[in-house]
T-cell receptor
């Protein structure tokens, strides 16, 4: 099964951009790359997803490498409310979700 | 409001006493799934269902059962709970199965098996 690899933790300052990396070197051609985040004591919530092209929404941007073996979630101006565990997930055929370990993001005021 | 609900939110039980955790979604989603979350292990998929009466095993199905008799409900059944099933459980749903659509997660059920 394809897996994702993320750094265990990252730290940034408020109002600065944050780049969260994810490696998925064994990704298949039809696997979608999803990013979710989990705030303390809550279920994961959707952030963004893509297949091949870079994607933008009101929460973040997703940059996908040309070979699709890695991706980067970009938070353009981090706030304290963005402190969470961020998961990079591959969604394979028949909806099998493969979660990485997640990156714990700390935002300093 | 679109949501996935789980009940109970917290449960303490004893080894061997059958229990059911309910999951319900109000978005008419076809796909539903269950996960458990343990420290250091992240989220692992237990079972998933692509539609009514269609279920399949995830990565850690041992000790669990599921059923999908109605589209909106996907209960998780522990026939004989054991302490190693102490965990935080999440239910999720989405509208289709290709990966193009968002997964919606419930608030979680924290289970302690003594």
């Amino acid at each position: 099964d394809a897996k994702t690899t993320q750094p265990n933790s990252m730290e940034s300052n408020e109002e600065e951009p944050v780049h969260l990396p994810c490696n998925h070197s064994t990704i298949s051609g039809t696997d979608y790359i999803h990013w979710y985040r989990q705030l303390p004591s809550q279920g994961p919530e959707y952030v963004i997803h893509g297949l091949t092209s870079n994607v933008n929404n009101r929460m973040a941007s997703l940059a996908i490498a040309e070979d699709r073996k890695s991706s980067t979630l970009i938070l353009h101006r981090a706030t304290l409310r963005d402190a969470a565990v961020y998961y990079c997930i591959l969604i394979q055929g028949a909806q099998k979700l493969v979660f990485g370990q997640g990156t714990r993001l700390t935002i300093n005021p | 409001e679109a949501q996935v609900t789980q009940n109970p939110r917290y449960l303490i039980t004893v080894t061997g006493k059958k229990l059911t955790v309910t999951c319900s979604q109000n978005m008419n989603h076809e796909y539903m799934s269950w996960y458990r979350q343990d420290p250091g292990l992240g989220l692992r998929q237990i079972y998933y269902s692509m539609n009514v009466e269609v279920t399949d095993k995830g990565d850690v199905p041992e000790g669990y059962k599921v059923s999908r008799k109605e589209k909106r409900n996907f209960p998780l059944i522990l026939e004989s709970p054991s302490p190693n099933q102490t965990s935080l459980y999440f239910c999720a749903s989405s509208s289709e199965t290709s990966g193009r659509e968002t997964q919606y997660f419930g608030p979680g059920t924290r289970l302690l098996v003594l």
